[in-house]
Nanobody, 125 residues
Framework: QVQLVESGGGSVQAGGSLRLSCAAS????????MGWYRQAPGKQRELVAT???????NYADSVKGRFTISRDNTKNTVHLQMSSLKPEDTAVYYC???????????????????WGQGTLVTVSS
């Protein structure tokens, strides 16, 4: 079993910054990719940023230039540095990871998608 725990959410004024963190724990063989999604009230969950094991990053157009995703593979942790926050960034932010578990045999090493519980980010104008 693999769990993701987010932290760092809170309330901030427009133009401010926050740093979200997500730590993976459990029987982890490898983490192939990690990322952040968000869901605002009345809206669908959307991709914010992802990072692969090779370090390739992908950002939603709405956050390019303002958010930075990073990864510490030794600690199974991903971070999202959010700057120049806008009220429209208000949402519950969910950590996501694609992982392989240690208990799987080599010939059946599954890629499993795991979600955290979410952390609330509120940006006031």
């Amino acid at each position: 079993q693999v769990q993701l725990v987010e932290s760092g959410g809170g309330s901030v004024q427009a133009g401010g910054s926050l740093r979200l963190s997500c730590a993976a724990s459990g029987s982890i063989f490898s983490i192939n990719a990690m990322g952040w999604y968000r869901q605002a009230p009345g809206k669908q969950r959307e991709l914010v940023a992802t990072i692969t094991s090779g370090g390739n990053t992908n950002y939603a157009d709405s956050v390019k230039g303002r958010f930075t995703i990073s990864r510490d593979n030794t600690k199974n942790t991903v971070h999202l540095q959010m700057s120049s926050l806008k009220p429209e960034d208000t949402a519950v932010y969910y950590c996501n990871a694609v992982v392989s578990e240690s208990g799987d045999p080599v010939w059946y090493r599954r890629n499993l998608e795991v979600w955290g519980q979410g952390t609330l980010v509120t940006v006031s104008s």
